[in-house]
């Protein structure tokens, strides 16, 4: 088995400096603000100011592990941040911190737990200005707070601690958050970029989440599903927002993540022919269900649900306890007026939406993997697009594609992923094992590495996937299935080098 240098190199990115070259390597366990230091010690910049990193072209690369490498003859360049973009940081905290604090305020009444978070924002704030308002330490700040609600949550009703981010009073009623009314830029899509949009080769690293949004809102548009269910506009952008706003900020389980899904299946839906096969409420279904699959996800998946026995598994009995929250968040999204994209289509229609939407959510359990698979095989070779049943369990196996359809690919944009899931399954077995749970060994960092994390999975779960899929729709073969193979030899390849690294040598 290889070892983790086999499979986690450091990277080197190099800076332009008063004209000269600087070399700057550094190990992708490094935290943002790390890399943040060691750029301005090596651009003679002081320590605590706010920066900028930009390529060539001028455009701002993001400051942390999963940046893009350059190379010498592509140097980045790192710019101070004025004055004005530090005070707006600042602006926006107070803002944020503001509004968790009324959160607060309505959602607890008792003095103690008042004064409690008084004391706790006042910490906060007084570490951010200390470290100079980084915006790494704003997320730290953000995260502080959501495990203080958590802790408060457990102690006001003396229940089993949830990993969700949702708290449920004695009526099952959720207590909202409150939101500043939605808005976000409008971008204009060139051509390029909606052409790029079709294909599963598009590489969603690169946008920004307000350019994501409006990659969503545009393939909704695309798609005819605004004109289709009368949706307002202004509303589809609310609810696209509040989608966005309750994806944490897990490394793998995401709104990126969200999105990603969300352009396979647009992709999916034109290289497929899907629009002359199936209905616009099946189109509908597909993409919404796509946008919602993951809502709300804690970064733990089910088995630790169950044995940990929190609130969520506790909830739902055991049963696919994280999607039927993910279920549970999406409609309570959509019953706020404000975010109810359904809000001019008939009832019986809505309830037909929901249920769909939901079965498709629930499809994406791995412990279903095996029954809806071999429901699609007994239906694929005398596939009928008129048939309901078969609609609907094509549909089950489109989002169960996409919901794992990394590994199809370019491999600079698959890899990324795998570095992404990988830190979140080591979080989760760190925790398992102080809390004496059991772990699974493709999640333990001390047993798994990259190949043998991939090889198993894209040979025995993508590729026979991919390949029923493909009985029905030949012409995903070279842009999907193709990839696959070429990504399980790839990690066979690294797993025989890991190997023969390891081989101990003859005596």
């Known amino acids: 088995m290889g070892t983790s240098s086999s499979s986690y190199s450091p990277k080197t990115v190099y800076l332009d400096v008063d004209g000269k070259m600087q070399k700057v390597i550094f190990s992708r366990y490094c935290s943002p603000c790390d890399i943040r230091e060691l750029l301005c010690s090596s651009s003679n910049i002081a320590r605590n100011t706010a920066i900028s990193l930009v390529n060539s072209e001028g455009a ?99 229940r089993v601690t949830c990993g969700c981010k949702y708290s449920f009073t004695e009526d099952g009623k959720k207590l909202s958050p409150r939101r500043d009314v939605p808005n976000y830029p409008k971008y204009t899509l060139s051509q390029e970029t909606i052409e790029a949009l ?60 969200c999105f990603c899904v969300s352009q396979m299946m647009y992709g999916m839906i034109h290289l497929c022919n899907l629009q002359e096969r199936l209905t616009m409420t099946d189109m509908c279904i597909l993409m919404t269900a796509a946008v919602c699959h993951d809502l709300d996800h804690p970064g733990y998946n089910n088995t630790y649900q169950i044995n940990a026995h929190t609130e969520l598994a506790v909830r739902y009995n055991d049963i696919s306890p994280l999607e039927n929250h993910h279920c549970a968040v999406a409609f309570q999204i959509i019953s706020m007026p404000e975010c109810n994209i359904f809000a001019n289509i008939e009832t019986e229609a809505f309830k037909h939406l929901r249920q769909a939407i939901i079965t498709l959510i629930l499809a994406t359990d791995m412990a279903r993997h095996g029954e809806i698979l071999d429901s699609f095989k007994q239906n694929v070779d005398n596939f009928d697009f008129t048939n309901q049943k078969h609609v609907t369990c094509l549909k089950l196996v489109l989002i169960k594609c996409c919901d794992i359809s990394n590994e199809v690919r370019p491999t600079e944009v698959a890899e990324p992923w795998l570095d992404c899931l990988l830190e979140e399954y080591f979080m989760q077995s760190d925790r398992e094992k102080s809390e004496g749970l059991p772990v699974a060994s493709f999640m333990d960092r001390d047993k798994v590495t990259k190949p043998t994390a991939q090889i198993g999975f894209i040979k025995f779960v993508l590729i026979p996937m991919f390949e029923t899929v493909m009985k029905l729709f030949p012409q995903i073969e070279e842009i999907m299935v193709q990839p696959l193979r070429d990504s399980r030899d790839h990690y066979e390849e690294l797993k025989q080098i890991d190997d023969a690294m390891t081989e101990p040598l003859p005596t």
């Not at 503001?98 to 737990?113: K, M, P």
């Open 198 to 257: 079709k294909k599963p080769t598009f590489d969603v690293w690169h946008w920004e989440h307000n350019e994501m949004l409006s990659c969503l809102e545009y393939m909704y548009h695309d798609l005819g599903l605004v004109k289709e269910f009368n949706m307002n506009p202004i509303t589809l952008k609310r609810w696209l927002l509040g989608i966005q706003e309750n994806y944490r900020n897990n490394p793998f389980h995401n709104f990126r993540h």
């Open 60 to 158: 701002l690369i993001s400051i942390d592990p999963t940046m893009p490498t350059n190379t010498p003859n592509s140097q980045y360049k790192v710019m101070p941040q004025s004055t004005g973009q530090v005070g707006d940081k600042e602006d926006m905290f107070q803002n944020v911190l503001s509004q968790v604090a009324e959160q607060f305020s309505r959602a607890f009444r008792i003095n103690e737990l008042k004064t409690e978070v008084t004391n706790r924002l006042a910490m906060l704030e007084k570490r951010v200005e200390l470290e100079g308002l980084k915006m790494v330490e704003i997320e730290k700040c953000k995260n502080d707070l959501r495990k203080l609600r958590d802790e408060m949550t457990s102690k006001g009703g003396g």
